[in-house]
């Protein structure tokens, strides 16, 4: 059974910085697209950014030039480097695993940006 568990989520001040992790256990089909989403209160939830196996990264153009995606194969894990955070930034972060076969997802965890 394939699950997916983030961490490094927490309060930052704006303009600060996070790195989330989420590391896949279990036997993944590959090629496979690692990612994630986000779901602000009162909101739908939205792509923030993925990776292909192959390294093609498609990111939010809210995020552009702030977040950085990267992926360990070898350790099934995705990372996102989020920097020059914005209250906007709040919300629930999934991360998700998408392949051929099944598409998985995490519980989430809560990024808070706020002074």
């Known amino acids: 059974q394939v699950q997916l568990v983030e961490s490094g989520g927490g309060l930052v001040q704006p303009g600060g910085s996070l790195r989330l992790s989420c590391a896949a256990s279990?036997?993944?089909?590959?090629?496979?697209?690692m990612g994630w989403y986000r779901q602000a209160p009162g909101k739908e939830r939205e792509l923030v950014a993925s990776?292909?196996?192959?390294?093609?990264?498609i990111y939010a153009d809210s995020v552009k030039g702030r977040f950085t995606i990267s992926r360990d194969n070898a350790k099934n894990t995705v990372y996102l480097q989020m920097n020059s955070l914005k209250p906007e930034d709040t919300a629930i972060y999934y991360c998700?695993?998408?392949?051929?076969?099944?598409?998985?997802w995490g519980k989430g965890i809560l990024v808070t940006v706020s002074s």
């Open positions: 990776m292909a196996t192959y390294g093609k990264t």
């Open positions: 279990g036997s993944i089909f590959s090629p496979n697209v």
């Open positions: 998700n695993c998408r392949t051929l076969g099944p598409n998985y």
